[in-house]
């Protein structure tokens, strides 16, 4: 395929929808603290995307600017055929906002949400119709930020002692000490590679309009972490 995917660190929005014009790229991705603030400088958006009001994707079509999701799509995919009644939710930031999407769409009962920034966490909780957290049992616990390395200082380690099932969104190339822990504790996993992979290949798609292999991505995400 002829393509290059290269990053870039960009401290102004409006450089990337230039660069994206004057270089007529095919597209690019876009990560905090600009996934929100990317959204009005779109010519169209899909429908999820419009209704989380924050892209990670975007594509360049003939000239127009379409914002995407994946993240939805990434997370979605992770738990589609899986069931969960009651979900802790450990973070606020914008991926924490679109896992509040997937599970209301997916019926959960109820979604309870924590973090370190109590101020933050209650703000969250009113925004999005979510339920104070008092250490009550979940079927699922999510990681939605980078917490979860250092054991001595995270107060996100004690609600392993509440959960059946973790998901850590974070991505590395060994387990965190969540995980570690988590799985001495014989709690059902899934890591952050597993969505990343998933989100990926939909971004993929999107850019190229082929549908990739995963074997494929496994194999380069793995390749990755060895260098």
Do not use: W
């Not at 107060?155 to 060994?174: E, G, H, M, Q, R």
């Amino acid at each position: 395929l002829n393509y290059i995917y290269l990053p870039f660190k960009i401290d102004d929005e409006r450089k990337v929808i230039n660069i994206i014009r004057d270089l007529n790229l095919v597209g690019c991705s876009v990560s905090s603290p600009f996934k929100s603030k990317m959204i009005s400088h779109m010519d169209k958006l899909d429908k999820k995307t419009s209704i989380l009001n924050n892209l990670n994707t975007i594509k360049n079509v003939d000239g127009e600017l379409h914002g995407f999701n994946t993240d939805y799509l990434g997370f979605n995919s992770l738990i589609e055929d899986k069931y969960f009644d009651n979900v802790l939710i450990y973070g606020n930031g914008s991926v924490a906002k679109t896992i509040v999407n997937v599970l209301k769409d997916k019926g959960v009962n109820k979604i309870y949400a924590s973090g370190r920034n109590p101020e933050n966490v209650a703000n969250f909780i009113q925004a999005h119709s979510l339920t104070n957290y008092n250490n009550q049992k979940v079927d699922l616990f999510i990681n939605a930020t980078p917490a979860g390395y250092d054991k001595t200082n995270d107060d996100i380690f004690k609600n392993l002692n509440f959960c059946k099932t973790l998901i850590d969104l974070n991505v590395s190339n060994s387990s965190t000490p969540l995980v570690q822990e988590a799985k001495k504790m014989n709690i059902n996993i899934f890591e952050g590679t597993d969505m990343s992979i998933n989100q990926l290949i939909a971004q993929f798609e999107i850019y190229t309009d082929i549908q990739p292999d995963k074997k494929l991505f496994k194999e380069g995400l793995e390749l990755y972490f060895q260098n």
